[in-house]
T-cell receptor
C-alpha cells in the first residue's frame, strides 16, 4: 500500500496565483485533514473531512478551500496565493475521526514569492 | 482553545534515557498523542494515552496524568537515529461539534555520541 500520497513535493508560486495540492490515500480511511507547518509553530489544522461530501474548517482556514468527492481524495486549493502561505503542507488520514493515530503524507513544500 | 507547552530543545547522550514533558490546557480532553518527525520528513505516530498511566512500546513509553494536565514521552537506550523533533498533541473538543488534534510546537532532540 502507498499510504498517503501528496503531490507535488515542491512548488513555487507567484503572489496571486492559484493552485491545488493533491492528497490521496489508499487505506479506505474516512477521516482526512490538512495541516500547515511553519518554523517554531508546530502543525496547525487548516481543513478536515470526516467522510466523502463532508468538510469543515480548522484553526487556520482563510485562503484555502477543500472538497471531498471521494473517500480517497482530499485536495487543498489555494485561491490567491500570498507570501504568508509559504509553508510545508501535510495531509493526514485515519480510519475515523475518533481514531487516535494519523498517517501523514510526505508533505508539499510551497514557496510564494 | 487549546494550548500545549513542551521544551524547544533537548540534548542527550547515546545509550542514555531522556524524558520530554508536555503540559496542556484544554477543554473536552480525550487523549494525548506523540509524534516523531525527522528533518525534512513527515510526522509519524508513536503513542497515545487516553487514561492515566504508562504505555510502553519497545524503547518508547508515554505517560499521562489527566488531573495534572501533564504527560511525557520517555525514550530509553537512545540511538543516533532518535535525533528528531517530537510533538505532543491533544485530542480535544473543537468547535463544540467534533474533536481534533492540536499539536504542540515540538521538541528537537539531539542525540550525541
Amino acid at each position: 500500500n502507498a499510504g498517503v500520497t501528496q503531490t507535488p513535493k515542491f512548488q513555487v508560486l507567484k503572489t496571486g496565483q492559484s493552485m491545488t495540492l493533491q492528497c490521496a490515500q489508499d487505506m479506505n480511511h474516512e477521516y482526512m485533514s490538512w495541516y500547515r507547518q511553519d518554523p517554531g509553530m508546530g502543525l496547525r489544522l487548516i481543513h478536515y473531512s470526516v467522510g466523502a461530501g463532508i468538510t469543515d474548517q480548522g484553526e487556520v482556514p482563510n485562503g484555502y478551500n477543500v472538497s471531498r468527492s471521494t473517500t480517497e481524495d482530499f485536495p487543498l486549493r489555494l485561491l490567491s496565493a500570498a507570501p504568508s502561505q509559504t509553508s510545508v503542507y501535510f495531509c493526514a488520514s485515519s480510519p475515523s475521526e475518533a481514531h487516535y493515530g494519523y498517517t501523514f503524507g510526505s508533505g508539499t513544500r510551497l514557496t510564494v514569492v | 482553545g487549546q494550548s500545549l507547552e513542551q521544551p524547544s530543545e533537548v540534548t542527550a547522550v547515546e545509550g542514555a534515557i531522556v524524558q520530554i514533558n508536555c503540559t496542556y490546557q484544554t477543554s473536552g480532553f480525550y487523549g494525548l498523542s506523540w509524534y516523531q518527525q525527522h528533518d525534512g520528513g513527515a510526522p509519524t505516530f508513536l503513542s497515545y494515552n487516553a487514561l492515566d498511566g504508562l504505555e510502553e512500546t519497545g524503547r518508547f513509553s508515554s505517560f499521562l496524568s489527566r488531573s495534572d494536565s501533564y504527560g511525557y514521552l520517555l525514550l530509553q537506550e537512545l540511538q543516533m537515529k532518535d535525533s528528531a523533533s517530537y510533538f505532543c498533541a491533544v485530542r480535544a473538543t473543537f468547535k463544540a461539534r467534533s474533536y481534533q488534534l492540536t499539536f504542540g510546537k515540538g521538541t528537537k532532540l539531539s542525540v550525541i555520541p
